[in-house]
Every structure is written in C-alpha cells, then in structure tokens.
C-alpha cells in the first residue's frame, strides 16, 4: 500500500488549510501513518502520527494548531491546520511510522507573512 499526500497550497500566516493522505489500498489495521515535513535546508520531522485506533501523536510545534485524523473507510488521513505560521512553510508527506517507505513528492504548504 503506498501513501500520496496532497492539498498544499499558498495561504496566509493564521490562515487554514486542510492536506490529505490517500492510500491505494486498504489501511485497516495498519500501524501508525505519520504526517511528515521538510523545510528548506533542515531535516525531515513528524509532525503528527496516527494509530489504526486513532491514537494521536503531535509535535510540540504543531500542537493545538493541527489535528491528524484516520477513515479506515475510505483509506484517507487527513491533517488539519490552523492557526499557521511561517515557519510551518514546508513539503508535507504522508508515510508509515517508524518504518518509513519511499518517499513521495509530497506537497508544498507555504505560508506568507
């Protein structure tokens, strides 16, 4: 099963923007699906991380402002974000966790002052 992230885009700085993970197949009782980002010149990080139950994950920077979810159903994650700043500007991914697969293209949030 492999994961495509999408739905960046430019917004303005406390503005809001929804990003979503689709799989191609059936992510029923699979492990953790993580929300990832790369900013320009700095390592990739997890933003956030969901379990097949729903438990969530977020990162100190994130939380409060962004809300991972999980449809079993229609084989989606999605990550919500509010609230966002300039420095959330990045390449978003979607992937496994810990056990990352190969990276995608991922998709570009930028966030302007």
């Known amino acids: 099963v492999q994961l495509q992230a999408s739905g960046g885009g430019l917004v303005q700085a406390g503005g809001s923007l929804s990003l979503s993970c689709t799989a191609s197949g059936s992510i029923f009782m699979t492990p953790y699906i993580g929300w990832y980002r790369q900013a320009p010149g700095k390592s990739r990080e997890l933003v956030a991380r969901?379990?097949?139950?729903?438990?969530?994950y977020y990162a100190d920077s994130v939380k409060g402002r962004f809300t991972i979810s999980r449809d079993n159903d229609k084989n989606t994650v999605p990550l919500h974000m509010k609230s966002l700043k300039p420095d959330d500007t990045a390449v978003y991914y979607c992937?496994?966790?810990?056990?990352?697969?190969?990276w995608g293209q991922g998709t570009l949030v930028t966030v302007s002052s």
């Open positions: 992937n496994w966790f810990p056990d990352a697969d190969k």
């Open positions: 969901v379990s097949s139950g729903g438990k969530t």
